[in-house]
């Protein structure tokens, strides 16, 4: 006889503990191979799994052990506001923090009496502007990405998934600024953490996830400086900012936007850890 889902997942649980990975990873793999959700995998524990199965599985941990790889560049997929959306080295992978951001805007933007145009700048895989499109159809969406490589993960995303968003490349708003455009929302998770902070970062993410969507300089400050300054031209009045901030960064961001938008009102939102995570800007 074989051994069973539960046997093998919890074999591999604790060899990641045991060499420091999270256990959960091993879930998130089997169903890969399984190509089963969640609720498959705990509805299907008692079931014998094929040798050839469990081989692979076991060498892609014994892959993400050695080398910290991340998983989902492993299998080259990642869920975002219950979604599949495509993930590679050329961006970042989408995390549950930016699903709270997403969620504001949504929140902020379901009764508006117009319909409205969106920005997201930085778009990297997409995972925002095709979630805010998805959910509410009547936004005009457009993103945005220094990266030809990010871009393309983002459009094969947004077309898998049936979401209308006009991607370009550009330099944080420089497109819109040349375009001469103006939009109601502009909303950011752009690059924040500074480079002092990079030998502690875990491997999987240092070593791995592209440094042009993670780092910034003057202590993280840089994309928040420049993506503020250019929105004084190209968010149309009473328009909003919103940001994925570090958990530090939330007084320093206020204050860039009160310098460019002195009569703003903004707002600091703790994430579900109950740090400092998004700011919201009515400007």
Same mark, same amino acid.
């Given at each position: 006889m074989g051994e069973t889902i539960q046997e093998v997942l919890s074999?591999?649980?604790?060899?990641? +503990? +045991?060499?420091?990975?999270?256990p959960k990873i091993a879930e998130y793999l089997l169903c890969h191979h399984l190509q089963y959700t969640k609720t498959d995998l705990l509805l299907n524990l008692r079931t014998d799994l094929t040798a050839n199965i469990i081989n692979q599985f076991e060498q892609d941990l014994v892959v993400h052990v050695q080398t910290g790889k991340p998983i989902q560049y492993m299998v080259g997929l990642e869920q975002f506001y219950n979604r599949t959306f495509k993930v590679n080295e050329h &961006?970042?992978?989408?995390?549950p923090e930016t699903e709270e951001l997403v969620q504001h805007v949504l929140a902020m933007t379901k009764d508006m009496s117009r319909p409205l145009k969106l920005l997201d700048v930085g778009t990297g895989s997409g995972a925002i502007a095709i979630t805010l499109k998805l959910e509410q159809p009547s936004l005009t969406v457009e993103a945005g990405d220094i990266s030809v490589s990010a871009l393309a993960v983002a459009r094969e995303n947004a077309d898998r998934l049936g979401a209308e968003v006009s991607f370009c490349q550009s330099d944080f708003l420089q497109y819109w600024l040349q375009q001469g455009e103006q939009v109601d929302w502009i909303v950011s998770n752009p690059p924040y953490i500074p480079w002092t902070e990079k030998k502690q970062l875990?491997?999987? &993410?240092?070593d791995f996830e592209p440094e042009l969507a993670l780092f910034a300089n003057d202590a993280g400050l840089a994309a928040y400086q420049q993506i503020i300054a250019q929105s004084t031209k190209v968010l149309a009045p009473g328009g909003y900012l919103a940001f994925e901030i570090g958990y530090q960064q939330g007084q320093s961001v206020k204050q860039l936007l009160k310098q460019a938008f002195p009569a703003c009102h903004v707002r600091i939102i703790q994430d579900i850890?109950?740090?400092?995570?998004?700011i919201l800007a009515k400007c």
């Open positions: 074999r591999a649980s604790l060899f990641l +503990q +045991q060499h420091n990975r999270e &961006v970042l992978i989408p995390r875990a491997d999987t &993410v240092r850890n109950g740090k400092d995570r998004i």
